[in-house]
């Protein structure tokens, strides 16, 4: 029985990286070596000399290959072949968070162990970036005239907010197809937005007792903060203690008292999650201001401002209920909020939400309703962020054959989900995020271990290459 021109086609990619998936693995553990974290701005290195250091080494590896590499302010750079304009393009990053503590292994020194790469970025983004590139390798070598031309963008600020994809758009096109492997698999065409704004309030010193002293919750908005801590004055030890039992119980939030010179210092213990899923996580900011607005301190202005967090805020509320911007909808599902930051002293205090929004709130003025909803309570806002929805359809025909292409590599379903996080398409019309990460796999990305399993490192670059000859070579 004749062999297909496709299995015939399948047969010579597994080749190619039967030969080349060694090389790939060393240049990936090259590129973990450089601690590529945005830092200060220097001349030539927007994002600091690591971060424009890897860009240079991924460089010096596409035009050892022969690639001609353009390189974009410093900030990204590209490599193509085939026809231009290209119609098809790969967009992954280089720039990595920080190592962090935790690792059994050096997170900038690539470790294999039980078929798995260890090393900080290896699946968010290096490593896939690594597969991008190989599959352009792998492309150009068994097909080098193509009838459409494909490109592979590299940059270096996608987890600082995406400006360099902000400036490179100011000037260049991307292709009309467009997916990065900066997320999971099958493919993912929805992001929700995201609103972020920084609210305050401000009031005369008031010393009377019991009172609030200082409040700190949160590092950080997009993160459920797992601990939160208030000095508190004017309270026996053990009355604040009981509070910290009914409200531990009440929440499932750890609460503790100890004294602290002549104050308590009261502790809350959570668990942390990203703010896209706030109900895996567990709000030690909300529980522990909760149970400060349940005490009978004197009143006040800052006490009435706490009250007016727990109404706003009340702990468990993870979709805006209470501040009547709960919506959802089919496509990208119910919009979630997590109270991220909270500093809170004696004179005013300031803190950040952060929400992932469904396409419908595109509709409306969110920004808006929630100024008017925060003034009405006296509270200002001095600093708001907001990213709309991103979506592609999934009838659309580069999405078809990036799911036919999973189903066939995988065996898996193949289809289109839907995401509370931002990928480094979000603002790119028509993209889409493929790869790296396996349905239901927690590859520790920006977090100790973070690892991807060699074999779906090596699929991801097959599968990539298949895109790049399904998608630019009419057959």
Request: charged residues 20%.
């Amino acid at each position: 029985m004749a062999v297909s021109k496709r299995a015939e086609m399948r047969e010579k990619i597994d080749a190619w990286f039967d030969i080349n998936s060694n090389t790939m693995i060393d240049d990936l553990g090259k590129l973990v070596e450089i601690n590529s974290v945005r830092s200060k701005s220097e001349d030539g290195a927007p994002y600091g000399a690591q971060s424009r250091a890897v860009l240079t080494l991924a460089q010096t590896m596409l035009e050892n290959r022969g690639f001609e590499v353009d390189v974009f302010e410093d900030m990204m750079i590209t490599a193509a072949y085939g026809p231009t304009p290209p119609i098809m393009g790969i967009l992954a990053h280089l720039d990595i968070v920080a190592g962090g503590e935790g690792w059994d292994t050096d997170p900038f020194k690539a470790a294999i162990k039980d078929g798995k790469i260890y090393g900080r970025g290896v699946i968010d983004n290096k490593g896939p970036a690594i597969a991008a590139m190989y599959a352009l390798y792998c492309a150009r070598d068994l097909y080098p005239q193509l009838s459409q031309g494909v490109q592979v963008i590299l940059g270096s600020g996608e987890e600082t907010g995406f400006d360099d994809i902000a400036q490179y758009l100011k000037k260049n096109r991307m292709p009309p197809n467009v997916f990065t492997p900066d997320a999971e698999y099958p493919v993912v065409n929805t992001e929700k937005g995201r609103f972020m704004p920084v609210f305050s309030a401000k009031w005369d010193k008031d010393t009377t007792l019991p009172r609030i002293i200082s409040f700190t919750g949160g590092k950080t908005p997009n993160v459920v903060p797992n601990h939160a801590e208030a000095v508190i004055s004017g309270f026996s030890q053990d009355d604040v203690i009981l509070f910290c039992n009914e409200f531990s119980d009440k929440t499932g939030v750890k609460i503790s008292a100890a004294s602290v010179n002549n104050d308590l210092l009261i502790t809350a213990e959570g668990t942390a999650s990203h703010a896209s899923m706030p109900g895996r996580g567990n709000n030690a900011q909300t529980a522990l201001i909760e149970m400060l607005a349940s005490m009978p301190f004197a009143k006040s202005k800052s006490y009435d401002y706490l009250c007016i967090l727990n109404k706003l805020f009340p702990h468990g509320d993870h979709h805006g209920i209470a501040l009547g911007i709960d919506m959802q909808d089919n496509i990208a599902g119910r919009l979630t909020l997590n109270f991220g930051v909270l500093r809170f002293s004696e004179l005013e205090f300031s803190g950040t939400f952060d929400s992932r929004t469904p396409i419908c709130t595109d509709e409306v003025d969110l920004p808006e309703n929630i100024k008017s909803k925060l003034n009405n309570e006296g509270i200002e806002i001095t600093y708001q962020e907001l990213k709309k929805s991103h979506h592609t359809p999934e009838e659309t025909p580069f999405v078809q054959k990036l799911l036919k292409l999973y189903e066939e590599y995988t065996g898996n379903s193949g289809k289109c989900v839907s995401m509370g996080g931002l990928t480094y398409v979000h603002d790119v019309p028509g993209g889409v995020a493929f790869g790296c990460a396996m349905p239901g796999d927690d590859n520790k990305a920006h977090g100790a271990n973070e690892f991807i399993a060699i074999e779906q490192l090596i699929t991801s670059a097959k599968m990539f290459t298949q895109a790049i000859i399904d998608t630019c070579i009419a057959v």
